[in-house]
Nanobody
Framework: QVQLVESGGGLVQAGGSLRLSCAASGSFFSINDMGWYRQAPGKQRELVADIFSGGSINYADSVKGRFTISRDNAKNTVYLQMNTLKSEDTAVYYC???????????????WGQGTLVTVSS
C-alpha cells in the first residue's frame, strides 16, 4: 500500500510564509510526478504546482513568484514553500503523486489526506 503524508499547514497572517511537506511511503518502483493541489470552500480543486522526475515544474498563475515547489528524490518527499501569503490562498492543500507500483509496474495516482492552510487578513 502506498500513502502520502502531509505536514506543515496552519494559520498565518497575510504576508507570512509556510512550508508544506509531503512524504511518500509504501511499496513502489518509482514516482513520476509529485504536486500540490488546493480546494477552497465552495470551489473546485485546482493545481497549485507540480514537479516531474526530470525536473520540469508547473505553477498556477496565481502563485507564480510566491510559491516554490521542490523535491528530494532520496526521501521521496515534495515541498511547497509559500511566501507572501494572501487570504485567497486559504484552502485545504492536497499532495498528489503518480507512481509505478509492484508487481506489474501499474501506474497509480495517490492523494494525501490534505492539510489546512488559513491566511488571516
Amino acid at each position: 500500500q502506498v500513502q502520502l503524508v502531509e505536514s506543515g499547514g496552519g494559520l498565518v497572517q497575510a504576508g507570512g510564509s509556510l512550508r508544506l511537506s509531503c512524504a511518500a511511503s509504501g511499496s513502489f518502483f518509482s514516482i513520476n510526478d509529485m504536486g500540490w493541489y488546493r480546494q477552497a470552500p465552495g470551489k473546485q480543486r485546482e493545481l497549485v504546482a507540480d514537479i516531474f522526475s526530470g525536473g520540469s515544474i508547473n505553477y498556477a498563475d496565481s502563485v507564480k513568484g510566491r510559491f516554490t515547489i521542490s523535491r528530494d528524490n532520496a526521501k521521496n518527499t515534495v515541498y511547497l514553500q509559500m511566501n507572501t501569503l494572501k487570504s485567497e490562498d486559504t484552502a485545504v492543500y492536497y499532495c498528489n503523486a503518480h507512481m509505478s507500483t509492484p508487481p506489474l509496474y501499474k501506474y497509480l495516482e495517490v492523494w494525501g489526506q490534505g492539510t489546512l492552510v488559513t491566511v488571516s487578513s
